[in-house]
């Protein structure tokens, strides 16, 4: 079983923190990775909040072609971060030789371009750098997408912290959101690709479970966007179906619990919104999801995400203070972070709920 952990502030925090978070449930993972996404960045990437930050890791050979296909589309580089590596002996970890956090401007001919049309060029440059690098074998490209930061190794949490020297705050690598997971994607290959958060323009997901409707979702979604592709985990089809529904089709957040975790009938036919749910269940059913999995995810409005699977088989619980929520597997990690908040008011979500934490950390529960 995994352990998923999402961390939304008020002030920027460290990356530290999702690993005290993790490190307390150890239990409940096998040692086998650790990763995670930053996203309203403080620190060091404060000032390039509207500029792409390229995340990835590769090989000598696939940072020049990455190099090479930025500059050929016209990208140019303003500044650059690497982590402070600790190659200390005996470390549990299959580290890449180069790490790249890459803040860059975009082509002087987009100097009036909308929002819309830079979004899509992101993503056009991002499956043209994955498609090279897997080619030649040469790295992995995890995100492109401005106030982003994200890291995947595969090894053992503590050392993978140990080896990045993570598990000690500094004021270089802050964010006000943070979500992360221990544990690699075991039920398949293990590639850097499979480990949660997975991201795609602005959403960011993570799940402890399984999604045993895998194929139905992958069939269906590689028909509905360029950007739905990979599918190295089955998980990665519940952020492309949130990405569907908030920002293609542009529906209010509440319906994608209704498109992957449909009413019954009967349930259906006794509500106001009838016809608007019957709609979703009979178009867009190739979405629905099955399987014990509990869903956190940060959207591009800086809110927290989360649902349940329909029976609620993984668990999930929420603590909160007047500066920090946190979401998490298990209470005993918001125990070590958050000692001090009032235990009365953790939220255990069931399983026709969804809840979403704004931006300025009200907490609101919309039942299905």
């Known amino acids: 079983m995994c352990r998923i952990g999402a961390i939304k502030s008020k002030n920027k925090v460290h990356p530290s923190l999702a690993l005290k978070l993790m490190r307390s449930q150890q239990e409940g993972h096998d040692d086998s990775g650790f990763a995670f996404i930053m996203q309203d960045l403080g620190g060091i990437f404060e000032s390039y909040k509207d500029l792409p930050l390229l995340s990835m890791a590769s090989t000598v050979e696939g940072t020049r072609i990455t190099e090479d296909i930025l500059q050929e589309i016209g990208f140019s580089r303003v500044m650059q971060w690497s982590p402070d590596i600790n190659n200390k002996k005996n470390l549990k970890i299959q580290a890449m030789p180069n790490y790249t956090f890459e803040v860059v401007q975009y082509p002087k001919s987009y100097k009036y371009a909308t929002k819309e049309e830079k979004e899509e060029l992101l993503i056009d440059t991002s499956m043209r750098i994955r498609k090279a690098l897997d080619e030649t074998n040469s790295g992995y490209i995890y995100s492109f997408w401005p106030d982003t930061l994200t890291l995947k190794e595969i090894g053992s949490p503590k050392d993978i912290g140990t080896y990045f020297n993570l598990w000690e705050g500094n004021k270089d690598l802050l964010s ?43 069939y269906y979604q590689t028909k509905l966007y360029k950007g739905y592709s990979g599918f190295e985990s089955d998980s990665q089809c519940l952020l492309y179906t949130l990405h569907y529904v908030h920002k293609i089709l542009k529906w209010p957040i509440q319906y994608f619990k209704h498109t992957i975790t449909p009413l019954s009938y009967d349930s259906i036919l006794k ?40 029976k609620k088989l993984r668990p999930i619980v929420i603590g909160k203070n007047d500066d920090t929520v946190i979401m998490t597997s298990e209470v005993v990690g918001i125990n070590d972070l958050m000692p001090e908040r009032d235990t009365t008011k953790d939220i255990y979500p069931n399983e026709r709920e969804t809840i979403i934490v704004k931006d300025d950390l009200t907490v609101e529960r919309w039942q299905q």
């Open 176 to 218: 006000s959101i943070i979500t992360a997971q221990c544990r690699q994607n075991t039920n398949y290959d293990i590639v850097r690709y499979a480990a949660h958060p997975f991201f795609l323009e602005g959403y960011s997901a993570l799940v402890n479970g399984e999604n045993t409707f895998y194929e139905k979702n992958k």
């Open 271 to 310: 509500r106001k919104d009838k016809d608007i749910l019957l709609r979703i269940k009979a178009s867009l059913s190739h979405l629905e999801i099955n399987g014990p999995n509990t869903l956190l995810a940060v959207t591009p409005q800086k809110e927290l995400l989360c649902v349940c699977d329909s």
